[in-house]
């Protein structure tokens, strides 16, 4: 069972650090090799990972002395959906990335973001947790930087060199961080952490501090610049990748070094948070009304979206995590399926300029046109789909915010409301384009030539189908994940449990 | 049946199954079926029929007193402590009677959808939609927790999207439905807000403990929430300042409009507040609130539905008065009593508007159209459908013994009977019920006297008068036309040369495939209950007060819908298409048709909205510019570094120069 724990991580980055080594070497292996090795891995890391969740194992190593870093690796209610998302995730960009001819450098790239991921999300120390945050950085650039946009290379470049040094400054802030939270709690386990005593002043610095650092990975507004360009200069793997599993790291992150152990710094910063998390998601839905490019709105609704999961964390309630920690698979989920659909429309289009007429895609591509639905439509928290219970829950929660002040989280949470209106409306402007199409083509009939072809097929269609299925399933059935969490949360006693007066 | 009736040995409940086959059926339905037009027919008639057993069996329970009166959906949410979310349906009488009415009208729905859509490519689509649209309806009906309200309230939202654009070739059709859907979302927001509100007050989830928990303390709170539920409840059921969706939703095919209109959507504001109603009663602002919104739509919407030159557009604002009319009927309650009084209006509006829609489609297959033009003297020319029209227009006006007058002199006579006792509050509703009463009589008067119209047999009889004409064949009038010289409007020979006129090709005959049996057959149910209805009354599901009449109230109802008719009737001769809005001033008419002008305030509301969202766009596209050129900066930096760093004696001594000026100058201003 210990394996598991070891295999989830090490499989994906050793095998990926070995294809991009082998790609690199005089060996050069055959594409479907390649193919057939990467998918094999990130399956098995998924078989690893579901193994790991259903027995919850742990492993409990002195690592380094000096510093006090252990090797102590475990699951728990909060961060079992996240290992399973990522290690599904991990599988569909491989599996996806049949659809073109994909390099075993591409391909190792992958498998080195989800394997890092899974180690961010597995290990229970926090010095430990901040190297593996880190070792994502570098194969992510790689698949901006050399599997990008080949349309633009100047952007590409630019959007690459941007995405590296700016959450480089943040995991700087990070480690500034964890360093002062571990040097003045005497311990980095993270369940120690849990319980440690500091004072009200240092646990407000550490968390300000952290907050900075993790607000530019997660993003919050005003630390978002490098995503939009990062987004839309990356492969489809890789915005799948950034918005699915990156993002998540961020919001862990925050709930394990923030809210956890520092419940009173928390409830010092949470206002200034809230009010910058809820700019996020008016802003976002703003700007999303008139960007023109799918890829950029759909990585600012990525922070709007974001912006409601932090609301909800600056909550500090029971309620509040949970309803950030299922607004976060939601998001992964969601994100996951927009990038694939949008990826794949940007290759058949050419470019994803909302304003160029074309035919409506209901009728050209009904599968991809079904998954741009719904996608959508989860977007903007429809009912029985995944999105709805996060936005739903972080309405709640920041209603009743525990010892926050009462009246700003309420006008916090109608601004939050009016958001998900402004969602609604740039969610159906994209469908009212994209999915019901323009008249000022004509119309084509559906059956017979080379029109619906073009449709996903294959690898492409089997991605968005599971995506489908899984916005589907979360939507409609909540009750199981919530229980997961809220089987991890009554462990952790920092937490508020209260709701309004 | 014996192991149905017996509810605890049955592992689902009748109440989850009302929700979960229709639902089942919109999935099945997209999963499987796809394109192939009788399986989705028989995949979403299986839906609507099961769902209508087993809102019969809940019937048949709840008439017994068998009936669980709560069920499990998904499972208690883990929210606790701050939140205590069962996730529970409840049945009572009136989610029972209500189920049973969205289950009939969503069956005949689906019977006359197939018929309507015979040519239509996405059938399949547009049957799945219904069927979840059942679904979403049937699980506010049933729902006892604000979330499962929520989610079948928006879930409501999103098909009436999908179905207002099911032409999504059109752009009118796919403007109407983004419009639906936005001014309704809108509303939603406060409507989520305030039962946010209501439900973390109360610490729970659970409609009916929010009922108990707040009943007790009045405060500005509970007012608070209350009126931003009525506000979501205007958006949904398309009342003042948000109603102007509704009419422009009628670009949509006519079952989507049946079913939208009578049984779900607009009907889903009555529901929630029908079981918020022992809260409403207790504030008179809520209630004044509500009673003016209700009262100057339903007035509104009636003076608009007279003017319409589209019938189908009069039938929607219909709507937005029938509802203004329920919503008068939740107002006007006293402390302590129920929601029987706009649940018995509720129901029976779903039967005689569901096919009075239903007809009114009909009747546009057979004339293309649905505007006065077209339709007049519709039911002459197609006497199939008279019958049909006749007693849905009757019971919308109200004339006894139809069901439209059982449910509406109820709620006159209530708002009367309260407003004598001094309650402000159903004064204005007494006054705004007069006028929506004297207005619905005079738009089905209106309707009524159009599509039975004599013209057209009129002018065909004339036709062939001229052409038996001996006289007239003998001139030769036609060939007189064709072959004279053209004139110009004063009779002077206009020099070019003569133009052959080629008579037009006469039109082909358009063969109408008339409604099957199964459709014909549940437009007959909904007639009958359309007539019947009433007597819904003298059942144990609603309790009012049906056998002490005010006779003298009633007979001045009368009276004034008579003389009203009267009017309409000599307002109509000589005109057209027997229209009596024909005599109302051209000005007044186009400005009616626009409902108002509401659709342009509505698009100068979202201007300022645009222009906020180009100017954060552009302020966001400099802050990115902004972030990026600090990494250009520090290259260009490094880039200038390392263009010093070149080697030569000369730039390495003025670099230490530089260096020991400025270390000297830190060292100076340091002392």
């Known amino acids: 069972m210990v394996a598991a724990l070891l295999v989830a991580p090490l499989a994906p980055l050793l095998g990926g650090t070995a294809l991009i080594a082998a790609d690199r070497s005089r060996l050069r292996i055959a594409t479907a090799a390649a193919y057939g090795v990467a998918l094999t891995l990130a399956v098995v890391a998924l078989a690893a990972a579901l193994l790991a969740v259903w027995k919850r194992p742990g492993i409990d190593h002195s690592w380094v002395p000096a510093i006090g870093m252990r090797l102590h690796l475990a699951i728990d209610g909060i961060s079992a959906p996240l290992v399973v998302l990522t290690a599904a995730i991990g599988v569909l960009v491989v599996l996806h990335a049949g659809w073109r001819e994909p390099s075993a450098t591409y391909l190792g790239a992958l498998l080195m973001v989800t394997g890092g991921a899974l180690a961010t999300f597995l290990v229970q120390d926090a010095i430990a947790f901040f190297l593996a945050f880190e070792l994502v950085l570098v194969p992510m650039w790689l698949l901006i930087a050399r599997f990008g946009d080949t349309t633009r290379p100047g952007e590409r470049d630019r959007a690459a060199t941007m995405f590296v040094l700016y959450t480089v400054l943040g995991s700087t802030l990070m480690l500034v961080g964890i360093l002062v939270l571990v040097v003045s709690a005497g311990t980095s386990d993270l369940t120690h952490l849990q319980t440690a005593h500091l004072s009200r002043s240092t646990q407000t610095v550490v968390a300000a501090l952290l907050m900075i650092g993790i607000g530019i990975k997660i993003p919050i507004w005003p630390l978002h610049s490098w995503l939009p360009a990062a987004h839309t200069a990356a492969p489809t793997g890789g915005s799948v990748l950034l918005a699915a599993v990156l993002l998540k790291m961020g919001t862990y992150a925050v709930v394990r070094l923030v809210v956890f152990p520092l419940p009173r710094g928390l409830h010092a910063i949470a206002p200034v948070v809230a009010v910058f998390a809820v700019a996020g998601i008016l802003i976002g839905g703003l700007v999303c009304l008139v960007e023109r490019s799918l890829k950029r709105l759909i990585a600012w609704s990525s922070v709007a979206h974001m912006g409601f999961v932090v609301l909800a964390l600056m909550t500090g309630t029971t309620l509040g995590v949970q309803a950030a920690l299922y607004g976060n698979i939601a998001h992964g989920v969601i994100s996951a399926l927009l990038f694939v659909v949008v990826g794949g429309l940007k290759k058949r289009w050419g470019d994803d300029d909302l304003q160029t007429a074309r035919r409506a895609l209901r009728q050209v591509s009904p599968r991809l046109g079904l998954a741009l639905v719904v996608g959508f439509a989860g977007s903007l928290a429809l009912p029985g789909l995944a999105g709805f219970w996060g936005e739903v829950l972080t309405l709640f929660s920041a209603w009743s915010p525990g010892d926050r002040p009462l009246t700003l989280f309420r006008v916090l949470a109608v601004a939050a409301a009016t958001g998900s209106v402004l969602a609604a409306a740039y969610a159906l402007r994209v469908l009212r384009t994209v999915w019901a199409g323009t008249d000022s083509l004509p119309d084509v009939v559906t059956d017979g030539g080379s029109v619906v072809a073009q449709d996903a097929h294959a690898v492409e269609w089997i991605v968005i189908a599971v995506l489908v299925a899984a916005v589907v399933a979360l939507g409609v059935w909540p009750t199981p994940l919530m229980h997961q969490t809220a089987y991890g949360l009554a462990h952790v006693s920092r937490v508020l449990v209260g709701g309004a007066p | ?671």
């Open chain 2, 1 to 671: 049946m014996g192991t149905l009736s017996d509810s605890s040995g049955w592992p689902v409940h009748p109440s989850q199954l009302i929700v979960l086959l229709p639902a089942l059926a919109a999935a099945v339905s997209l999963v499987l079926v796809r394109r192939a037009r009788i399986p989705a027919f028989v995949v979403a008639l299986l839906g609507a029929l099961g769902g209508l057993a087993a809102a019969a069996q809940l019937l048949a329970q709840q008439l017994g007193g068998t009936a669980e009166a709560s069920s499990a959906t998904v499972g208690p949410l883990p929210l606790e402590p701050v939140l205590h979310a069962p996730m529970r349906l409840g049945v009572d009488r009136f989610a029972v009677l209500l189920a049973v009415t969205v289950a009939v009208v969503a069956l005949v729905v689906q019977l006359v959808a197939r018929w309507y859509l015979r040519e239509d490519r996405r059938y399949a689509a547009f049957a799945a939609t219904v069927s979840l649209f059942t679904a979403a309806m049937q699980l506010v009906v049933l729902s006892d927790d604000v979330l499962l309200t929520i989610v079948g309230w928006e879930l409501m939202g999103w098909c009436s999207y999908l179905l207002i654009g099911h032409d999504s070739e059109r752009e009118k059709a796919r403007r109407a439905a983004y419009k639906a859907f936005l001014v309704t979302r809108l509303a939603d927001a406060p409507f989520a807000i305030g039962l946010v509100l209501l439900a973390t007050g109360a610490h729970t989830t659970s409609l009916s403990a929010i009922v108990r928990h707040w009943s007790g303390q009045p405060s500005t709170l509970l007012t608070g929430g209350l009126i931003a539920v009525i506000v979501g409840v205007a958006g949904k059921s398309a009342q003042v300042p948000f109603q102007d969706w509704l009419p422009d939703a009628m670009e949509g095919p006519t079952p989507a409009s049946a079913l939208i209109h009578a049984a779900t959507m607009v009907a889903a504001g009555t529901v929630v507040l029908g079981r918020l109603l022992p809260l409403l009663e207790r504030s008179d602002a809520a209630r004044t609130v509500l009673v003016l919104i209700a009262g100057i739509s339903t007035v509104l919407a009636g003076f608009l539905a007279y003017c319409q030159t589209d019938l189908k557009r009069l039938l929607a604002w219909s709507t937005v008065s029938q509802v203004g009319l329920m919503l008068l009927g939740l107002a006007i309650v006293p402390v302590g009593h129920r929601a029987d009084l706009a649940l018995n209006h509720l129901v029976a509006h779903a039967m005689f508007k569901a096919l009075l829609f239903l007809v009114f489609g009909w009747i546009s297959v057979l004339v293309g159209g649905t505007v006065v033009a077209r339709m007049s003297g519709a039911v002459r020319a197609h006497p199939a459908t008279r019958a049909l029209v006749a007693i849905g227009l009757l019971s919308l006006a109200g004339v006894p013994p139809m069901a439209g007058f059982v449910s509406k002199d109820l709620i006159v006579d209530e708002a009367a009977t309260r407003a004598v006792n001094g309650d402000g509050v159903s004064r204005i509703a007494f006054v705004a019920l007069a006028f929506s009463v004297a207005l619905t009589a005079a738009y089905c008067m209106r309707a009524w006297l159009i599509l039975d119209h004599r013209s057209v047999v009129e002018r065909n009889a004339a036709l062939e008068i001229v052409e038996d004409s001996v006289t007239v064949q003998e001139v030769g009038i036609v060939e007189l036309f064709v072959t004279s010289a053209q004139v110009d409007r004063r009779g002077r020979e206009v020099g070019q040369p003569l133009v052959p006129i080629v008579p037009e090709p006469e039109p082909e005959p358009v063969t109408v495939v008339a409604p099957d049996a199964a459709s014909r057959l549940g437009l007959r149910l909904l007639a009958l209950l359309a007539v019947v209805g009433g007597l819904l009354v003298t059942t144990p599901l609603l309790s009012l007060d049906w056998n002490h009449p005010a006779w003298a109230l009633i007979a001045a109802t009368l009276l004034l819908m008579a003389a009203v008719a009267v009017f309409v009737r000599v307002q109509s001769l000589g005109t057209p298409y027997g229209d009596a809005a024909g005599r109302l001033p051209l000005t007044l008419r186009s400005v009616a048709d626009r409902g108002l002008g509401m659709d342009g305030v509505y698009v100068a509301l979202t201007r300022p909205v645009v222009a906020l969202a180009r100017l954060v766009a552009g302020a966001e596209r400099g802050l990115e510019t902004g972030v990026h050129s600090t990494a250009r900066g520090a290259r260009g930096l490094a880039g200038v570094g390392a263009r010093l760093q070149n080697g030569t004696p000369t730039a390495g001594l003025v670099a230490v120069a530089l260096g020991v000026v400025a270390v000297g100058l830190i060292g100076i201003s340091l002392w």
